[in-house]
């Protein structure tokens, strides 16, 4: 397991995560977020730094609510040098728990790691059985849409 810290996002995180996830975005594997739509969600965003500095973001991800029932985990993301280590882990852990202490019984991502979020306990579902507005909402903006090659997981807490 890395030498990491988690701790919620700030608005001056902002320029970190955007130059962090960017290839990622550029590859088509992330859906692009403006600055100004990760700071109106900035209370949904969990970071992982390096333990020593604190000031290198190593990691990210969001836990998005969508129903009084259902939330959502994207924009996941760890740096190249950290993969392989259980930072992405700990991140889908953090957010499950934060799920559970909301109250929400649903978790579900997009995703091109499927087997990453299998060995979470997430299970392959058919992207139609998501909310559509989950689907014209945020799909809608990806360059892939309206070809989605992403595979639907949910992990149901209760």
Known sequence: MA????????????????????PEVKSGKILYRSDDEIATNIRSYLLATEKDTEEEIVGFTALHIHTPVLAEIRSLIVSEKMRGRGVGSMLVQHSVTEAKALGVTQLFTLTYEQRFFEKAGFTEIPKEALPEHKIWADCVKCKHFPICDEVALIYNLS
Not at 3 to 22: F, G
Request: glycine share 0%.
């Open 3 to 22: 030498e990491v810290k988690y701790r919620k996002a700030t608005l001056h995180d902002i320029p970190q995560m955007q130059a962090l996830v960017l």
